[in-house]
């Protein structure tokens, strides 16, 4: 079994074993969207001679983290034959994706798994909840009548200045939210693609976007797929823009992040919620993602020892000095209680703000001093991590 990125003469394989592996067949602007990220991305495969029988895709992307724009590898399209499984190939493929993105750059890696523990075996972890919402007609959220100033278009009607404002916000608000992808024309294309019957409804404050929604509009139900505002004020305003809809919908449905008060302003917040967790982070090269990571206060130096069973590069002890600057380290002198010790899945999950440095230890059933745990805890910005899409 050969393990290489897949060249053009095999797309149309590439193809057959998704549409064979996956529920739906793609056909019209979701096959082009497909074909196009075949193209643009990392696309590996695995052939049993001339035949890709296994097969993924590493998208080019990028993702704030605590401020700082990182490189970050989407891992997406997984798929071998039913006859070639229970073969290692998708382990082959997982352990060449990673040698890939780290020679590439990609210092971060998400994925969507379709089983948690298969990918957690590999070094992914668990980083965001998503909090789905159902919201009947009774329960509309009711703030006043205010004259906002919105400002409204779709894919199939668009407006093309009003279109850059609302892509230039959202990256604008990606700076801000930790754990945003950065969208380019490229993902906005890709959204368009995907669903092409999306409206928007930008609100502007003082001639500038303060807050945007993207949506659907279907039996009777307003979703909400984008729902971004730089306040409280901005969200509000969205929010009546939303119930302005009511003579014509029942229902609103809608994403958020289950860390976000979501809905603690409402006359009736009692709706419909379930929390769903779909997203995984790994952390591809720690020194690279450690360099360029934006350090909190750090009064003494730290000591970390990672494990990483598939990335040999990040199996070694760190050392982070009092200006940030970030090193590897060969010594067993530094006691057991004073050096965090974490996997690299937990050790992700912490770096990107998921979990705490005490929860960190407490999953990875290793003992470290309360001061240390403190300093650590310190060190590291607060922000909880929010991603919203899909690959």
């Known amino acids: 079994m050969v393990i290489k990125i897949i060249p053009p003469k095999d797309y149309l394989q590439v193809h057959q074993l998704r549409d064979y592996c996956f529920p739906n067949k793609y056909t019209g602007a979701r096959r082009d969207d497909f074909h196009y990220w075949v193209e643009h991305s990392t696309t590996l495969g695995a052939y049993d001679e001339h035949k890709v029988v296994g097969q993924l895709l590493i998208l080019p992307l990028n993702m704030m983290i605590h401020g700082e724009n990182y490189k970050m590898g989407g891992i997406g399209f997984v798929a071998t034959y039913p006859e070639y499984r229970q073969q290692g190939i998708i382990k082959k493929l997982m352990t060449e994706a990673l040698k890939n993105m780290q020679e590439n750059g990609q210092s971060i890696s998400v994925l969507a798994p379709f089983s948690v523990s298969f990918y957690r075996y590999f070094g992914w ?60 024309d490229a993902w906005w294309k890709r959204i368009e693609r995907r669903m092409p019957d999306s409206h928007f409804a930008a609100y502007f404050k003082d001639d500038k976007i303060a807050g945007y929604i993207r949506y659907i509009i279907q039996d009777g139900t307003f979703e909400i797929h984008d729902f971004i505002a730089e306040d409280l004020l901005a969200e509000q305003a969205i929010w009546r ?136 805890q310190m060190a590291l910005p607060a922000d909880k991590p929010t991603f919203y899409e899909y690959f």
């Open 125 to 184: 972890e668990l980083f965001f909840e998503k909090l789905y919402y159902t919201i009947p007609q009774l329960m509309f959220p009711s703030f006043g009548k205010q004259l906002d100033v919105v400002k409204r278009m779709s894919f199939e009607w668009p407006d093309r200045d009003l279109f850059q404002a609302i892509k230039g916000f959202h990256n604008a608000q990606a700076f801000i939210n930790n754990g945003s992808m950065l969208r380019d």
């Open 241 to 376: 823009f939303i119930t302005s809809h009511a003579a014509s919908v029942s229902s609103i449905k809608g994403v958020t992040s289950n860390d976000h008060q979501f809905g603690f302003y409402f006359k009736e917040p009692q709706f419909t919620r379930e929390v769903v967790q779909d997203v995984m982070v790994r952390v591809v090269d720690a020194l690279r993602f450690m360099q360029h990571y934006p350090w909190g206060d750090i009064h003494e130096p730290l000591y970390i020892q990672i494990e990483d069973t598939f990335c040999s590069w990040n199996d070694h002890v760190y050392k982070i000095n009092k200006n940030g600057d970030v090193s590897i380290i060969e010594t067993n002198s530094i006691p057991e209680m004073h050096m965090l010790t974490l996997p690299i899945n937990l050790f992700s999950a912490m770096m990107v703000g998921y979990l705490s440095v005490k929860d960190a230890v407490l999953y990875a059933n290793k003992q470290l001093a309360d001061e240390i745990i403190n300093r650590w």
